[in-house]
C-alpha cells in the first residue's frame, strides 16, 4: 500500500511561481511511475508531467519550460516546480503512483490533491 499527500498549493498572481510536493509513506515508492495531474472545476483530469523510475520526464505542451517535475526516492517525494503561472493552470493537483509488485501485479495510487489558484 502507498499513501500519497500532497501540498504546496495555494494563490498566487500570475507569473509566479508555487513547487508542489508529493510525500508516499511505504517502500514501494521507488517503483512508481508518477505523475502530476490537474483538474479544473467541470473538467476531467489532465496529466501535466511524468517521471520514470529512472528519472526521465515528459511534460505537457502547455506548460513545457515552465514546469519541472523531479523526484527523491530516499525522501520518498515527487515534486513540481511551477514556473511563470499562468489563469489557464489553476485547478487542483494530483499526484498518481502507477508500478508493479514484484509478484507482477500492477497498482495505482492518488493523492488527495492541493489547490492551485492563479489570479490576474
Known amino acids: 500500500q502507498l499513501q500519497l499527500v500532497e501540498s504546496g498549493g495555494g494563490s498566487v498572481q500570475a507569473g509566479g511561481s508555487l513547487k508542489l510536493t508529493c510525500v508516499g509513506t511505504g517502500s514501494i515508492f521507488r517503483r512508481c511511475e508518477l505523475n502530476w495531474y490537474r483538474q479544473a472545476p467541470g473538467q476531467k483530469r489532465d496529466v501535466v508531467a511524468f517521471?520514470?523510475?529512472?528519472?526521465?520526464?515528459s511534460y505537457h505542451a502547455a506548460v513545457k519550460g515552465r514546469f519541472t517535475i523531479s523526484r527523491d526516492d530516499a525522501q520518498n517525494t515527487l515534486y513540481l516546480q511551477m514556473n511563470n503561472l499562468k489563469i489557464d493552470v489553476a485547478g487542483v493537483y494530483y499526484c498518481?503512483?502507477?508500478?508493479?509488485?514484484?509478484?507482477?501485479?500492477?497498482?495505482?495510487?492518488w493523492g488527495q490533491g492541493t489547490q492551485v489558484t492563479v489570479s490576474s
Open positions: 498518481r503512483c502507477d508500478g508493479y509488485y514484484e509478484t507482477g501485479e500492477r497498482f495505482q495510487f
Open positions: 517521471i520514470t523510475t529512472s528519472g526521465a520526464t
